[in-house]
C-alpha cells in the first residue's frame, strides 16, 4: 500500500473561493479539499489554467475560523475534474 507523504493533511471540504488568473476577471470556483499549503478546485475546464501560472484566490478560511483570506498560489496540478493550487509566500520572492 502507497504511503501519504503529503506535508500537510487534506480535509474534505468544499467552500466556494474566488480566483483570479492573470488579468483576468475573478471567478468562483468549488473546492473538493482544503490544507494548510493548498487546495484542489473543481472545474470543468482545467486547461484554462495552465500549470506554474500563479492565481490569487479570495475565500473564508473553515481551517482559520472561516476568516477571510487571500492568497497566492501556484497551479502545480490537472486533473480531469480540476486543478490542484499549492500557496506561496509572496515574501519567498
Do not use: C, K, W
Request: proline residues 4%.
Amino acid at each position: 500500500m502507497a504511503e501519504n507523504n503529503r506535508r500537510y493533511a487534506r480535509h474534505d471540504i468544499q467552500i466556494d473561493v474566488s480566483l483570479a488568473l492573470a488579468e483576468n476577471e475573478p471567478q468562483t470556483m468549488r473546492t473538493r479539499d482544503v490544507s494548510e499549503g493548498g487546495m484542489f478546485l473543481i472545474t470543468n475546464a482545467p486547461s484554462d489554467f495552465p500549470l506554474g501560472e500563479m492565481v490569487h484566490i479570495q475565500y473564508n478560511n473553515p481551517l482559520d475560523n472561516n476568516a477571510e483570506t487571500e492568497v497566492d498560489a501556484i497551479i502545480v496540478r490537472l486533473s480531469i475534474d480540476g486543478v490542484g493550487v499549492a500557496f506561496i509566500a509572496m515574501d519567498a520572492f
